[in-house]
């Protein structure tokens, strides 16, 4: 079974530009969270979405947005890029037929803003 | 809210040896998970193992136990036999339990180092 795949793995953007980043969760999978790790403040949780809908959301401004596909396939958009926007983000997926609370990650997608 | 905090940013220990990191958090929920990730230098992030809040037996995989004290919030992660290959960055994380809450809340990290 493919694991969680996360496109482009790197992206070097200026200020001011948008970035989109893509997650293609686990086959099945139908929920998909986002985080941003940085050495400063560690992992953040930024949202989940289930079935095409977001559930949660964390404290982040409103530059950060995200969507997810009929066929669970993940997108989280980044507007107008701060400096402070270098991060990697990752995302991850979790079955809901079982709920072992386990998150599945990806690699992720380390974003340099310039 | 809910925090964890990792309070060894750096640990090292000596191949074959047993190590154990720290983990405290802070809920007043009673129905939660709580997570070591391990998060190799290729950054993907892999569960290491799992607590769910209401089993008092400690979770055991492998080289890897936790002692989980939930009176004092303490989940910590005993790595025994410890091998060069366990050298990453280790994440303690929460969760609610609820089923729809997918949220981790992770602590800062523990850099463990493996001497050989």
Redesign the interface.
């Known amino acids: 079974k493919a694991g969680v795949t996360q496109t482009p793995r790197y992206l070097i953007k200026t200020r001011g530009q948008q970035v989109t980043l893509s997650c293609s969760p686990i086959s099945g999978h139908r929920s998909v969270s986002w985080y941003q790790q940085t050495p400063g403040q560690g992992l953040q949780f930024l949202f989940e979405y289930f079935s095409e809908t977001q559930r949660n959301k964390g404290n982040f401004p409103g530059r950060f947005s995200g969507r997810q596909f009929s066929n669970s396939r993940s997108e989280m958009n980044v507007s107008t890029l701060e400096l402070g926007d270098s991060a990697l983000y990752l995302c991850a997926s979790q079955g809901s037929a079982t709920d072992t609370g386990e998150l599945f990650f990806g690699e992720g997608s380390r974003l340099t803003v310039l | 809210a809910q925090t964890v905090t990792q309070s060894q940013p750096e640990m090292s220990v000596q191949e074959a040896e047993t190590v154990t990191l720290s983990c405290t958090y802070d809920t007043s929920e009673s129905d939660y998970?709580l997570?070591w990730?391990k998060q190799p230098p290729?950054?993907?992030?892999?569960?290491v193992i799992?607590q769910?809040a209401y089993k008092q037996q400690n979770a055991t995989e492998n080289r890897f136990s936790v002692n989980f004290q939930k009176a004092a919030k303490s989940f910590s992660l005993k790595i025994s036999d410890s091998q060069l290959g366990d050298a990453a960055m280790y994440?303690c994380a929460y969760?609610r339990?609820w089923?729809?809450?997918?949220?981790?809340?992770?602590?800062?990290?523990t850099r463990l180092t493996i001497n050989p």
Not at chain 2, 99 to 109: E, N
């Open positions: 998970y997570f990730y290729s950054r993907q992030m892999i569960l799992r769910e994440f969760r339990g089923q729809g809450a997918q949220k981790l809340v992770f602590g800062q990290g």
